[in-house]
């Protein structure tokens, strides 16, 4: 399935057989929901620069994004946690892929067990004009009010904030400001690899370019070729319009690092929104703030590799590297930063094409009997996450006496990974642990 088409049917609402007419009209639904989130983004950004905050709007609040941060370093497993979440911005870099220097901080924050729900969608389902004063009510319905939900809710997989109830603290105005900088600073940041793979935007005219820029507020991009910065423009625009629709997860780094794709190939900015909040009902988990998502994976890949090699599971023990945080960073952005940018597409399309297949209700026989070893599962990535630390077992055991070493070895594969290898290996595992797994789960 090309690209393009799996982001649409995989995350855009509608299925292969809808017709014409219905898509159209569904798409003509999001362009509006989305130009009414750009419309709040661009209202609060001048808001901001006025001293407004979300609290003289009768807004909750929170602590503060610092405060959050600073009760993080504190938690029972922050040396670990923040260990592998450095990953993220690691300085480490394979010299074949150009990475973007983030060193934006740790942002996973800790959960304060309190509870939101989405923003107001039924106010995203009408037109608005651009007044002064329309726009004041959209701020104002931006983030939600607090209420209590049921605690298994936010322990599933697929969810978006649309339709299940998140557990959280209330993201204050010095949150979303902090996110708009982060967001900035990344967008800025991000890498030139997806130059190649997308002829008219990277030749996209300056003046273009310069005006995108200024729209979102971007700023220190002189030094930027011309589709370097429009491509950080979308960046910010999509990236900010998210964390009003998201405000339980916001921004957090690594996400620029997943929607880089997205718009390389989506030139509307309203689709490539909606691809990325489809992309994101999966990937959210990974950057919830109590970290349920990331550590039920992490979990996984432990389970996979102690069922696969023993002796490496017995070395990791001892090592106490079982939790397998070293690889924390490679299930976060699904392996953005240890592949290219054309593996990168490689490996998604495989696993949207396992979860496609799930969907369709295609059984474990009928895989078989169009000749597929494997079966689908919605946990190829863990597979794939657990293959490329097997298949440096050896060099794990023989030589490395810390959890330390051992994720910076997973830092430094970025550039040296062949993707084949790695979705053959991942099958086989598939083929030999996939019920086993499942069965423990």
């Known amino acids: 399935m090309p690209f393009t088409t799996a982001f649409e049917v995989l995350n855009h609402g509608y299925d292969l057989h809808s017709s014409k007419e219905e898509r159209d009209t569904i798409k003509t639904q999001k362009r509006k929901e989305y130009e009414k989130l750009r419309r709040q983004c661009r209202r609060l950004l001048k808001r901001g620069k006025e001293g407004f905050s979300f609290n003289e709007a009768n807004r909750l609040s929170c602590d503060g994004y610092s405060e959050c941060l600073a009760q993080d370093a504190h938690s029972p497993s922050s040396e670990e946690v923040v260990s592998a979440r450095e990953s993220l911005s690691s300085g480490e870099r394979s010299p074949e892929i150009e990475y973007s220097d983030n060193h934006s901080g740790a942002l996973l924050e800790s959960d304060s067990g309190r509870r939101i729900t989405n923003a107001d969608a039924s106010t995203l389902d009408t037109d608005s004009s651009d007044s002064d004063s329309s726009e004041e009510q959209e701020v104002s319905q931006t983030f939600p009010a607090m209420e209590e939900s049921d605690a298994d809710m936010a322990c599933k997989e697929d969810s978006s904030p649309s339709r299940t109830e998140v557990s959280s603290k209330f993201h204050s105005d010095e949150d979303f400001a902090s996110w708009q900088r982060i967001i900035r600073l990344d967008a800025v940041r991000a890498n030139a690899e997806w130059i190649p793979y997308s002829p008219s935007q990277a030749t996209v005219l300056e003046a273009r370019a310069r005006r995108s820029a200024e729209a979102v507020g971007l700023k220190d991009y002189d030094h930027l070729e011309p589709c370097r910065i429009f491509h950080a423009s979308r960046l910010v625009a999509i990236l900010e319009a998210y964390a009003l629709y998201d405000p339980e997860i916001g921004y957090c780094q690594g996400m620029s690092d997943i929607l880089s794709p997205i718009i390389t190939v989506i ?9 990325f909040v489809g992309f994101m009902r999966k990937a959210r988990h990974n950057f919830r703030l109590d970290e349920v998502g990331i550590r039920r994976q992490l979990s996984i890949v432990s389970k996979i590799i102690k069922s696969k090699d023993s002796h490496l ?21 699904l392996f953005r930063r240890e592949l290219t940018f054309e593996q990168t597409i490689c490996l998604w ?34 597979y794939a996450v657990a293959a490329s630390v097997l298949q440096r077992r050896k060099l794990i055991i023989e ?15 970025a550039g040296h990974l062949d993707v084949w290898k790695l979705l053959d290996d991942a099958h086989d595992l598939v083929v030999t642990l996939h019920d086993k797994i499942e069965t423990s789960l």
């Not at 599971?313 to 976060?332: G, P, S, T």
């Not at 949207?352 to 009928?366: E, M, V, Y």
């Open 267 to 275: 030139t509307e900015d309203h689709e490539a929104f909606w691809c």
């Open 313 to 333: 599971y017995r070395h990791l023990e001892k090592l106490q590297a079982e939790d397998c945080f070293f690889v924390y960073r490679m299930v976060v952005v």
């Open 349 to 382: 399309e495989v696993m949207w094409a396992d979860q496609a297949a799930i969907r369709a209700g295609i059984s474990k026989s009928a895989w078989g009997r169009i000749r597929q070893r494997a079966p689908p599962t919605d946990d190829l990535l863990l």
């Open 399 to 413: 030589k490395y006496s810390s959890m330390d070493e051992i994720l910076r070895e997973c830092n430094s594969m």
